[in-house]
């Protein structure tokens, strides 16, 4: 797939963190790339792994930076993590290690925080984290609670620089009960094949576009998308050849795209 190719597509499927923004820190070209989907009417939407904040607070934050988005067009690890639990077990119970955004997709799928004899235990990206939280976790597990984690992000990008995410925070639970969790966000083909459903596209006619080798691009590939890794978060061009697997196209961040239309349409 070459930049033209890309232009074509109907669809797109954009990861934020890394690829729209730093914390509250806006990447350079996202304005334009914005303009560009809303002018050549592009299906798009904002999958993200990230499940601290809800759709419409995502809006929100998009406004504050100057960016017209609705609501609709986002998809959180949050959201995917309640539909899952709600179809495994309609009525479960949890203990929620996570912020305000996981708590509030769960309950509106009408899942109950339990931390005394729980169903399952959620573990997001809380910002509370601590010793507390996590001897609580390993105890309920032990107890037999099932261990959940919303996303498979061993890091992510901040404005300061790298953070911790979710497997990060999930490792000493894995370690201490010795069991694995399932991992609901990205590259999980479940919240990829709503996202496309949500999308309204076929997955040939769609393209992933993230910055992370181990979550974006492998979710596009094993969903039959064209993939895009932009440079623009956690993951460098040498970093690439580490991986068995490798994008179709490789741009400096999504300014490129725009940029791209323009030169071919001169």
Not at 132 to 140: F, G, N, Q, S
Request: glycine share 10%; with cysteine; net charge negative.
């Amino acid at each position: 797939m070459d930049l033209k190719q890309l232009l074509e597509k109907k669809g797109f499927i954009c990861d934020m963190d890394g690829v729209i923004y730093h914390g509250n820190r806006l990447l350079p070209g996202v304005k334009e790339f914005l303009d560009w989907l809303q002018k050549e009417e592009k299906n798009f939407l904002f999958l993200t792994n990230s499940g601290q904040n809800t759709p419409r607070e995502l809006q929100q934050k998009l406004e504050r930076m100057g960016l017209a988005v609705d609501a609709s067009h986002f998809y959180t690890s949050a959201l995917a993590t309640a539909h899952f639990l709600n179809s495994q077990a309609p009525g479960c119970s949890a203990y929620v290690m996570g912020d305000h955004g996981l708590q509030n997709a769960l309950y509106d799928a009408g899942i109950t925080y339990n931390d005394v004899n729980p169903d399952y235990v959620v573990v997001g990206e809380p910002a509370g984290y601590g010793l507390a939280m996590i001897t609580k976790a390993v105890r309920l597990v032990n107890a037999g609670a099932k261990l959940i984690a919303t996303n498979y992000d061993l890091t992510g990008p901040t404005e300061s620089g790298i953070a911790p995410a979710c497997r990060a925070l999930l490792a000493p639970i894995e370690l201490a009960t010795g069991k694995q969790a399932y991992y609901v966000g990205k590259p999980n083909p479940l919240m990829m094949r709503t996202g496309l459903k949500l999308l309204g596209v076929h997955s040939e006619d769609a393209v992933m576009i993230g910055d992370r080798m181990d979550t974006d691009i492998v979710a596009g590939i094993e969903s039959g998308l064209d993939t895009v890794l932009v440079l623009s978060g956690v993951t460098t061009r040498e970093e690439c050849l580490n991986f068995p697997y490798r994008p179709r196209l490789i741009l400096d961040g999504v300014g490129d795209i725009p940029a791209a239309a323009q030169t071919l349409a001169l």
